[in-house]
Structures are given as structure tokens and as C-alpha cells.
């Protein structure tokens, strides 16, 4: 009663199958393909096992050799050891470079600092000691100021400053020379 486009169309009995369905085999069919899958099986199983015994061959050649290497391992140890000392004793060396302390160049500093009128009588260094003794003379009277200025420069100057951790004006005294009025003084200062 209902119109064609709405009726189910016209279902199979579950038992028959379509005559060019793929899932049909008959027993001589059977009797060709059970055998192939079975031979490829074995086939397979045939060239994993030759496979498997060549990778074992393989394995115990790999370790014959890794044996063989062992003095060859031993001494390139021994040498990364040794080059890890002398790296190690090159690192040293370099962090000793850089807290080295150039004197050369805290002298020269000290002398393009140096006003007019005060001269170096000497100069100690003992261990972390370092001590600077000096006169100054002035016509104005100013050898206290003239000494004080050269203690601020040097302090200013930050390459000559950055080794030490002290830097003071140790002593200070008026003193006659030649008939002059001159100060003596004493700078001390802690080397890092």
C-alpha cells in the first residue's frame, strides 16, 4: 500500500549469497589456498630463523672485535685522563692569570697621578702588604691637600683600585728639608 520509493526493497533469505560474492570457495579452492598460506608460513618462518642466526653471527663478531679493541680502549682512557689534568692545570693557570696582579701598571698609574712637588721614597710590597712612603713640599702650604688628591685619584681610578681591598693614608708628619717645610707621609693598602 505504500508508494514504490517507500517500500523496503526486497530483502534475501540469509542463507543465499550473491554468485560472484567473494566469501564463496568451493572445496577445490580450498584445496589451493590452505597449502599456499601454510607453504608461506613456513617460508616465513624459514627466513626469520636465518635471519635471527645471522644476527646472532653478527653479534658475537661485534664483540670479538670490541674485545680486540680493549688496549686500544685502555690507553685512549689513559690519554683523556691525562688531557683532563692538563686541562684542569690550564684552567688554573688562567684564573691565576686573571688574578694576577700587573704592578707594572699600578706604578705607571701612580706616576701620571703623581702632582708636581710630591715624590716616592719607596715603594714595599710584602705578601697582601703594599705600602707607598713619600714627601711633599709646596710653596702655598698645600702638601696635605696635594697628598690627599693623589690618595682620591688613585681611588678613582678604578683599574688601580680593583685590586685591593684597603687603600688609606697610613701617617702623616711635618717635617724640614733644606730648610723647607715638608710632609712625610705613608699610604697602605691590602692586595687582594
Known amino acids: 500500500m505504500l508508494p514504490e520509493e517507500l517500500r523496503n526493497r526486497a530483502?534475501?533469505?540469509a542463507g543465499q549469497t550473491h554468485a560472484g560474492s567473494p566469501f564463496k570457495?568451493?572445496?577445490?579452492?580450498?584445496?589451493?589456498?590452505?597449502p599456499l598460506i601454510l607453504l608461506f608460513v613456513l617460508c616465513a618462518?624459514?627466513?626469520?630463523?636465518?635471519?635471527?642466526?645471522?644476527?646472532?653471527?653478527?653479534i658475537k663478531s661485534l664483540n670479538k672485535r670490541w674485545t680486540l679493541t680493549l688496549p686500544e680502549r685502555n690507553e685512549l682512557a689513559e690519554f683523556k685522563s691525562q688531557d683532563l689534568l692538563v686541562s684542569s692545570d690550564s684552567k688554573?693557570?688562567?684564573r691565576l692569570l686573571r688574578e694576577r696582579v700587573t704592578w707594572a701598571d699600578?706604578?705607571?698609574?701612580?706616576?701620571?697621578?703623581?702632582?708636581?712637588?710630591?715624590?716616592?721614597?719607596?715603594?714595599?710590597l710584602a705578601g697582601k702588604d703594599f705600602k707607598l712612603i713619600g714627601k711633599a713640599v709646596s710653596l702655598n702650604r698645600t702638601e696635605v691637600s696635594m697628598v690627599r688628591s693623589l690618595i682620591d685619584g688613585l681611588k678613582e681610578n678604578k683599574?688601580?683600585?680593583?685590586?685591593?681591598?684597603l687603600f688609606?693614608?697610613?701617617?702623616?708628619?711635618k717635617s724640614l728639608l733644606n730648610n723647607r717645610d715638608?710632609?712625610?707621609?705613608?699610604?697602605?693598602?691590602?692586595?687582594?
Open 25 to 34: 570457495y568451493d572445496s577445490k579452492q580450498l584445496f589451493i589456498f590452505i
Open 159 to 165: 683599574r688601580f683600585i680593583k685590586d685591593f681591598t
Open 11 to 13: 530483502v534475501k533469505p
Open 45 to 58: 618462518n624459514i627466513f626469520f630463523a636465518l635471519r635471527l642466526m645471522l644476527v646472532n653471527l653478527e
Open 106 to 124: 699600578k706604578l705607571n698609574t701612580i706616576s701620571l697621578l703623581l702632582p708636581p712637588g710630591i715624590w716616592l721614597e719607596s715603594v714595599y
Open 182 to 192: 715638608t710632609v712625610d707621609f705613608g699610604i697602605s693598602g691590602k692586595v687582594r
Open 92 to 94: 688554573d693557570l688562567e
Open 168 to 173: 688609606e693614608l697610613n701617617a702623616i708628619e
